[in-house]
Each structure stands twice: as C-alpha cells, then as structure tokens.
C-alpha cells in the first residue's frame, strides 16, 4: 500500500495550490476588464464568520488552520478582494445572533457589515470527516486505499441585500495508513499532519468557489454618516477611492419578508450622486451633486 507521510507533500500542494489560485484570480481580473471596458474597478471588501467544526474531531485544533489557510491564499493571490479580519471585526461578527429557526440574523448581519464596508461575509463549516476505502490503480494490480474525506459547506452572504450569494459544499480527501485510519474512524487523537493536508486540498476548492460569484460582482459601498452635505463612507485608499470619483447613489425599497422569520433588503432606482472630496486608509468623504435625501440610501456604486 502507497503511504504519503512527508511534510514536503504538504509544501508542494501548496505551491501547486497558489499556482493555479493565481492563474485562476488573474482570469477573474481579466473577465472584470472586459465587463468595464477596461475601466477603474474597485476591491471588495469581505469578512468571515466564525469556522464552524461540526465533525466531532480535532476541536479548535481543526479550525483554526481551516481559516489561516484560507485568509493567506485569498490574500496573496486574489489583488481584488480586501481581507477585513481585525480582532474587533471577528469578535463582532462572532456576536451576530441567530433567528428562533436557527439561520443568521441575515438583518443584523448587514447591518454589521455596512458598517464596516463589507461586500460579502464568508461562513465556512466543517461539516463532516468520513474514513472510506476505495481500489485504484491499473486493473489486475489494484490496491486497497484507506482514504479520509473531508466535506466543508461554504455559504457567502451579500451584505447589500442579506441574501445567500452561495451555499455548496466542497468535498476532498487524503491517503493515509491503515493504523491513522482507524485512529482517525475512532476519534482517538488529532493527527495535525493529515488535517493540514486535508484543509490544504479543500482550501483551494473553497477559494475558486469564493472567485467566481465576488469577482464578477461590483463594488458596492454604504453611506454611515451624514452632516450638512458631507457624506462618510466605510470604504477608502484600501479598496481603491480616490478624490474626484463620483458615485452613484441608490434608493432604498421595503424590505422582502423570507421563510423562518429572514427579511431581505431592496435596493431602489438612482437617486443622486456623490464626488469623493478626501480620502483616508478605509475610509472617505463626499460631496452631493446631483439628487437629495442621499442619506436615505440603500448603496453607492463607482459610476461609469
């Protein structure tokens, strides 16, 4: 039986990981160019809930790499998406409650996320770790795999309208001995090195789902704060603003009542426009130009 120990494995599925998350974020880039003809195109900002481990194995041990992961290839390879994951933006989006039917305060948590600029929160779920066997190799020679699979559900909210942008689950596995099999099948102990290769695989699944949907989305930003005719906004140097942008201004409808308690948010047709007079390293401020009762507004988006 063919047994893969090594830490190199681990290094090279990485490097092979950024590779392709690289060449996968550039595509985006260039599909985006080609939608705005090339023009400006601003960041998204996005946050993460708390990991969810609901495998029954490895405790804190588990999640805590399923998220540093996730945050470093996002980071390093996808230049149109802005990381917001300070220790007061975690300890807050910790805190968003849950509905009498169990679901997100979706309400709450774009409320939150307006606040601190976000396009889209990301909740990752361990969800379930299974021990399987499978024959490979070439026919007449094969060979009993003793495998363990990991299934992660990912779930993207959007922080305009609280809705799911995406909920699908992203499955993947590993080879190892038949001894960390069993070890494994009886919850006896963490193996730190066969998770780090399970969360290695899965990440890279997780991080092209995350691509798709929030790279062909535009920049949506949210008005927090009104005096006279100056507006503040949650979104500055950091996603790319600069002085002399103009935004479009976007009313605001009754929200849309779901199942199990859920309210969804409208947006409206465009009521004005905003000139962007300073900018700051998350934030900015403007000017109304066209249209009034601005601060009556659902989201502003750069205009073309």
Known sequence: MRIIHTKGTITIALCLMAIFLAIGCAATKKITEDITGGEKALKKKIGFLPVVNKTGYGGKDFEKPARVYLNILLKRFCD?????????????????????????????????????????????????IECVTD???????RNTCMLVQLSVRVRAYDIETGAILFDEVVNDEVEVSEHDW????????????????????????????????LGSEPWKGYITFVSGNTFALTAGKDVGLAIGDVLEVFGTNEPIEGQAGQFYLVSGPKIGELRITRVYRNRAEAIGILGSDLQKSSHVKLKR
């Open 80 to 128: 149109d998406l802005v990381i917001i994951d300070s220790q007061k933006t975690c300890n807050l989006l910790e805190r968003i409650p849950r509905l009498p039917s169990g679901q997100l305060d979706n309400l709450a948590l774009a409320k939150l996320g307006r606040a601190f600029g976000l396009n889209a929160v990301l909740e990752e779920s361990l969800s379930e």
């Open 182 to 213: 069993q070890n494994i099948k009886e919850r006896s102990g963490y193996h730190k090195e066969i998770a780090d290769r399970l969360l290695t695989k899965t990440t890279a699944k997780i991080c092209k789902k995350i691509r798709e949907p």
């Open 135 to 141: 024959k490979r190799g070439i026919w007449g020679f």
